[in-house]
Each structure stands twice: as structure tokens, then as C-alpha cells.
């Protein structure tokens, strides 16, 4: 047995009473295929993304259940034959996975030498004179004048 996810989209206009006649059918219809039904989320009313069959409005039913793999085919048959359904979709939800932490690197690490570079409070910085910042801003504005 494998675990599946089944959303169902029934009509907008249906009332409270349909809509669970409309659920009892469809738990059935996975109960006589020799499903077990875990869990079902209560109807909910969304507006659809686009008109189907002249629909703009629909309730979303979610059905979590564990089935046969061979029968899913057989399942998927006999939901297309229910009228009330306008349209459904069986997913094997995927499992939740833990992946590796990332491995971080240290200091120790690195291999050769690390860069530093200087901070504009530091002494290296200070000890520039203008005519090496002139010179340096020459280099810069000439290059963005060529290009």
C-alpha cells in the first residue's frame, strides 16, 4: 500500500449537503478499490484560476489514503465517471528529506595565502599621498572614457 493524496474540485453552486454527498461518494469510490482513508481536509471554496465548464467557483476536497499501486489506474477510471467531480488530481506526495548540512570552511582551511585587504582606517590606507590618488584616479577615468 502506498500513501496518496487525492484533490477533488466539485462545482461552486453545490450546497453543504451535496458537497457531502459528493465526499461519501468519492471516499467510497477508494474504499471499494480496497483503499483505507487516513485523513480528509474540510471543503473549501476558492474561486478557480480559470472557468471550467462554465464554472468560476469551486470547492477543494483533499483525501489522504493509502491504495494498491494497481489500482490507482482503475481509481482514476472511476473518478472521471463521477458526474460531481469537475476535476481531480492523484499525487504521491513526496516525503520530506534532510539534506546535509553545507560544510562551512574556516580559517584553517583555506589553502594558501588570505587576502586582506586594507580598510580606509587602517595605516596603509593613510599612508597614500595625493599624487598616488591623483594617479589612481587618472587610471580609473581613463579607462571608463576608452570604454
Known amino acids: 500500500m502506498t500513501n496518496y493524496e ?5 462545482p461552486g453552486t453545490m450546497t453543504e449537503e451535496q458537497v457531502k454527498e459528493a465526499e461519501q461518494k468519492v471516499i467510497q469510490t477508494v ?7 487516513r485523513s480528509t481536509n474540510e471543503a473549501s471554496h476558492k474561486r478557480l484560476a480559470y472557468a471550467i465548464k462554465k464554472i468560476r467557483n469551486g470547492i477543494y476536497i483533499n483525501v489522504y489514503f493509502d491504495l494498491a499501486e494497481e489500482a490507482v ?3 482514476d477510471k472511476n473518478l472521471k465517471l463521477l458526474a460531481e ?3 481531480f488530481q492523484i499525487v504521491k506526495p513526496k516525503r520530506a528529506t534532510i539534506s546535509k548540512p553545507r560544510r562551512t570552511v574556516t580559517k ?10 586594507p580598510h580606509a582606517h ?3 590606507a ?3 599621498s595625493m599624487e598616488d590618488l591623483d ?13
Request: zero cysteines; glycine letters at 8%; charged letters at 45%.
Open 122 to 124: 587602517s595605516e596603509e
Open 6 to 10: 487525492l484533490s477533488v474540485i466539485l
Open 31 to 37: 474504499k471499494d478499490l480496497g483503499g483505507e482513508i
Open 85 to 87: 467531480v469537475v476535476r
Open 135 to 147: 594617479k589612481k584616479l587618472d587610471e580609473i577615468l581613463g579607462e571608463e572614457v576608452k570604454s
Open 108 to 117: 584553517k582551511e583555506v589553502i594558501g595565502e588570505e587576502k586582506v585587504m
Open 73 to 75: 489506474k482503475q481509481l
Open 126 to 128: 593613510k599612508k597614500m
